[in-house]
């Protein structure tokens, strides 16, 4: 069935230093995959994404790295802020015929130390 | 560039009672979303709308929820009636041309909504 799942539903880091919010995925045909960051009280936010035909990409301050082999993939933040505290989700793209489903995962809520 | 627009922000009913939520897209955002998220859940897709046709319906319990997008551009989502399960945040979101590399959606902040 479809299902895309977060390995930690709970991350404190502290400031400064790196975060790595994993997520496995179920569908081997999704075609590509976006990251979301949710801040209290406020809709998902794109942060990045990656085609299925890559292994890497990075933005500013974050990386996703996919690895279809275990169907895993994760999003690493550096130098982690106060600000990046929010409920993280990723999501898969199914491609169909004439329109494209998204699907969520669960989400990991990630809180930053002072 | 203005963001999806909704309305209200919380609502709270009692079960059996009716409600209506409103989103306003991104203009010329043709491909529209309604979206479930249940505390501590991720966001679940009810349905999408391309320009004032649906695309998927499949996850809207059909049998109490309704939406319409009318002229293709705002869209109302209804609950009638109300279970007690329904209390979530019903997310709209809009994307130029629908979901692809570069084209995200964009959500708005939600509605809220308890029922007791």
């Known amino acids: 069935g479809e299902s895309v799942g977060l390995h930690l539903p709970t991350l404190s880091v502290q400031e400064g230093d790196n975060s790595i919010i994993n997520c496995a995925y179920s569908?081997?045909?999704?075609?590509?995959f976006i990251w979301y960051k949710q801040e209290s009280g406020k809709g998902p936010q794109f942060i990045i994404d990656?085609?299925?035909?890559?292994d890497k990409r990075q933005g500013q301050r974050v990386t996703v790295l996919l690895n279809k082999t275990v169907k895993h993939l994760s999003l690493q933040i550096a130098a982690t802020q106060p600000g990046d505290s929010a409920v993280y989700f990723c999501?898969?793209?199914?491609?169909?015929?004439?329109?494209?489903?998204?699907?969520f995962g669960p989400g990991t809520s990630l809180s930053v130390i002072p | 560039e203005a963001g999806v627009a909704q309305s209200p922000r919380y609502k709270i009913i009692e079960k059996r009672q009716s409600v209506a939520f409103w989103c306003n897209p991104i203009?010329?955002?043709?491909?529209l979303y309604w979206y479930q998220q249940i505390l501590g859940q991720g966001p679940k897709l009810l349905i999408q709308?391309?320009?004032?046709?649906?695309?998927?319906d499949s996850q809207l319990p059909k049998d109490r929820f309704s939406a319409e997008r009318l002229k293709g551009v705002d869209s109302t989502l209804k609950i009638q009636p109300a279970k007690l399960e329904d209390s979530a945040v019903y997310l709209c979101?809009?994307?130029?041309?629908?979901?692809?590399?570069?084209?995200?959606?964009?959500f708005g902040q939600g509605t809220r909504l308890t029922v007791v």
């Open positions: 203009s010329g955002h043709a491909t």
């Open positions: 979101a809009s994307s130029p041309t629908g979901y692809g590399m570069n084209t995200e959606a964009f």
């Open positions: 569908n081997s045909a999704s075609d590509y």
């Open positions: 709308f391309q320009n004032n046709g649906v695309v998927d």
């Open positions: 999501a898969e793209n199914n491609k169909g015929a004439s329109y494209d489903k998204v699907i």
């Open positions: 990656i085609r299925s035909n890559m």
